[in-house]
C-alpha cells in the first residue's frame, strides 16, 4: 500500500533498540586501556628501537663539533668563512623589521601547531603503524609503536589501538580519534587560513626577502653556517634585515615545501578525494600519503624543537625583541610578551585533553561547524576509483562489534536462508527481500579501496545489487531525505549499530548493497550476510549484517541524534567523506 508523503510512518521496530549517548567521554564506558611500546622503525629485516637516537644523536652531535672546531684550523676553511660568511652578499635586506601582522602569525602558528601535532598523534595511535603499501598487511609496516599482530586469534583494527598519556594526545584515552580528528581538522582550517593570509601579506610587502632565496649563494653561505653553528662561534647576527642562509633555507622549505605537503597528503587520504583522482589517488595512495604525512609531521617537530633552542642560545633577548616586541633595541621590551604567550600555550596544553573529555559533544559540535560544511561539498564528489584483481589486498582488517544474539546464531547456522531484509519508512512500497531475492537482482561487481576512519586500507572486490535499483523498487517519497541503516550487530557501548546516509549517496554509482567479497560470499566476520559499500565515505559509515534501511525524513529523534553509533557515542561525523 502506498504512503501518502504527508504521512509519516513509525519508524522501524529496531529504532527502540538505539542507545541515548552522553554528551562527555564517561570512562566506565570507554575501551580499556593498552600501553603501546617505544616507536620502532623497520631497519632491512630489524626492528630498532628510536631510543638509539638519544645516544647515536649525542654521539653524532660531540662528533660534528669536534670536526667542525677542527675543520676551523683549516686555512682553506677559513677563507672559505671569509667569503661566505652565512649570508649571500646578493641578498636584498628587508627594511620593515617584524611589523605586528608578523608577529600575530607567528603566536597564532604556535599556537595551532601545538593543536595540530598533539591531536595528530592521536589519530596516529588509533592504528599505530605506518606503510609504504596500500594494503596494510601486518609485517609490512616500516614504523610502529604497537606489538605485532597476535597470530592466534582475531585481531581487530580497534584492538590495535593504544593509549596515550593525556599530556601528550588529545584527549590520549584510547580510540579517541572522533574528537582527535575534530580538534585536528579544525585547527588545521584555522591554520591554513592564517597561512594563506602570511602568503599574503608575505609577498605584498618586502618580508619575503627573509625566506625566498634569490642567489645560488645560499648554498655554500648555509654550509658556512652550518660550521660555524658547529664548531660553538656562531655568525654575526643579522636576523633584524636579513636571515642567514642557514636558517633561510630551513624556514623556506618549512613555509613553502612542509606545509603545502601536510596539507596535501592530508586530504589524499579522503576516500571522496583520493577515489576521485584516478591514477594519482593509485600513486598517492592513503599509505603513501600517510608516511609523508608523517614525515612533514616529523620535520615540523624537528624544526620546532630547533627552533626554540637557537632562540635561547643565540640570544634570548634580541630574538624575543624582534619577535614578541618588533623592536632592535638592547631593552627586555619583548621578554614579558614572550613570556605571557609561553602561558598561553601552557595553558591551552593543559586543558586540551580535559576539556575533551568533559565537553566531548561541544568539541564535536564546533568542528562539525568549522569543516562539516567542507565534509559536505566533499561528498558531492562521485566515486569514480576502481582498481584490478592485482590490487586485491592479501589481508583485510576485520572491525566492528561482531552480532551477538540467538537470533544472528540462527541465521548463520542455516545460512541465512531465513534472512530478510526490511526496506520502509518514507517509501511508497514497504518490501522484505531474502537473501535469495537480492541474489536475483541485477548484480554489481566493483574492486574499490576501503578507508577506515583509524587510518588503514584494503583493496577487496564487491559484489553486490547497486542501491540505485533498490530505490526504484521502493520508490523513496520527496520526503525522504535520509537513510537509516539498521545492523543486526551492538554496538561497543550496548544499543542497536546504525548509521545515516543522504539520499545522495545512496545515488551513487559504486554505492552497493554487498554479499559477496573477492569472489565468495561475505564472511561473518566481514559483514554477512549483507553489508553496505558507499566508496566516497570512510568504511564506519559502511554497515555490517544490515538488516534493515529506513528512509527518513530526519535522524534527530533517532539515538542521540547525530546521525549514526559512533557519531552518537563516539563523537564521529555523519558526514564523513574526509
Known sequence: ?????????????????????????????????????VPRLRVGRRWVSVLWALPLG?????????????????????????????????????????????????????????????????????????????????????????????KDRIWTAKDDSVTLPTWLGIPGLRHTIGLARWWHLSV???????GMAFYALLFSTDQ???????????????????IQYASLNFPVDESWTRYNSLQ???????????????????????????????????????QVARSIHFLSFFWFVLFILAHGVMVFVTGLR???????????????????????????????WWRASPFTIRHARLVQEIGTFLIGWIKGLAEWWDPASELTEQDISPHFWPNGTMPHSAEFDALVADGFARYRLRVGGLVEQPREFSLADLKAMPKQEQITTHFCIQGWSGVAKWGGVPMRHVLDL????????????????????????YDVHRMHNMRHELTILAYEMNGAPVSVLHGA???????????FKMVKWITAIEFVHDFADLGAGQGGYNEDHEFYGYRMPI
Open 188 to 194: 588545521n582550517l584555522l591554520w591554513t587560513i592564517n
Open 208 to 226: 619575503w626577502r627573509r625566506l625566498v632565496p634569490l642567489t645560488w649563494d645560499v648554498l655554500p653561505n648555509a654550509l658556512s653556517t652550518a
Open 529 to 539: 550476510p549483507l553489508r553496505l559499500r558507499c566508496e566516497n565515505e570512510l568504511g
Open 248 to 286: 633561510q633555507l630551513s624556514y623556506f622549505i618549512t613555509v613553502f615545501v612542509a606545509a603545502p605537503t601536510s596539507i596535501a597528503t592530508g586530504l589524499l587520504q579522503s576516500p571522496a578525494i583520493s577515489n576521485r583522482l584516478g591514477w594519482g589517488g593509485r600513486v598517492l595512495n592513503r
Open 58 to 150: 649525542f654521539t653524532a652531535l660531540v662528533l660534528t663539533i669536534a670536526v667542525a672546531q677542527s675543520l676551523r684550523e683549516y686555512p682553506e676553511v677559513r677563507a672559505f668563512i671569509t667569503r661566505y660568511p652565512g649570508i649571500a652578499q646578493a641578498a636584498p635586506s628587508v627594511d620593515s623589521g617584524f611589523p605586528w601582522w608578523l608577529r600575530l602569525q607567528h603566536f597564532l602558528n604556535m599556537l595551532f601547531m601545538m593543536f595540530i601535532i598533539r591531536a595528530g598523534i592521536q589519530i596516529l595511535a588509533d592504528h599505530p603503524r605506518l606503510y609504504w603499501k596500500r594494503d596494510c598487511t601486518p609485517g609490512t609496516d616500516w614504523f610502529r609503536f604497537q606489538r605485532p599482530v597476535p
Open 318 to 348: 634580541q630574538n624575543t625583541n624582534h619577535m614578541f616586541a618588533g623592536v632592535e633595541s638592547p631593552s627586555w621590551a619583548g621578554f614579558l610578551p614572550f613570556a605571557l604567550a609561553m602561558v598561553v600555550v601552557g595553558l591551552a
Open 474 to 497: 521502493v520508490r523513496p517519497t520527496a520526503d525522504a531525505r535520509y537513510a537509516v541503516f539498521y545492523s543486526l550487530a551492538d554496538g561497543a557501548d550496548g544499543g542497536r549499530y
Open 1 to 37: 500500500m502506498e504512503n501518502p508523503s504527508n504521512v509519516t510512518p513509525p519508524h522501524d521496530p529496531i529504532a527502540a533498540s538505539l542507545a541515548p549517548a552522553d554528551d562527555r567521554i564517561l570512562l566506565s564506558h570507554w575501551l580499556p586501556p593498552s600501553e603501546g611500546i
